[in-house]
């Protein structure tokens, strides 16, 4: 009898998917996926949104393929951001969403729980 193993088989959202759940949960507008570049570009995927509020400013969702790749992108990213964009991140989820600098502290928290809970 053969046994089939689903470990290590968890299926991570893509980064337009949570794209798309920053839109169900209104806080985000024009979801679309973009080539990873610049301090992501160690990222598997990356989508870029415009704030449902503002407009004018952008945020972005990474994705990632493993936990090394996460935690390089993350620790550049969170260094780069520590006076501008909020970055939320989740290992777990192998995802990371950075916010611009001005984004009202009410959406930035709503956007951390979402990508808290991935």
Same mark, same amino acid.
């Given at each position: 009898m053969a046994f089939l193993s689903a470990v290590g088989c968890t299926k991570h959202s893509s980064a337009v998917e949570v794209c798309h759940k920053l839109e169900g #949960? !209104? /806080?985000a +507008? !024009?979801?679309h996926g973009i080539p990873p +570049? !610049? /301090?992501g570009a160690g990222a598997a995927e990356t989508a870029q949104f415009e704030l449902t509020e503002m407009p004018e400013h952008e945020g972005t969702v990474y994705r990632f393929e493993d !936990? #090394? #790749?996460y935690d390089k992108t993350a620790a550049a990213l969170d260094a780069a951001t520590r006076t501008g964009p909020h970055p939320f991140g989740s290992r777990k989820a192998l995802?990371? /969403?950075q916010l $611009?600098? $001005? +984004?009202p502290s009410d959406i930035a928290a709503h956007v951390r729980t979402l990508v808290e809970a991935l």
């Open positions: #949960a !209104g /806080v +507008t !024009g979801c +570049t !610049g /301090v !936990g #090394a #790749a995802i990371f /969403v $611009n600098s $001005n +984004t």
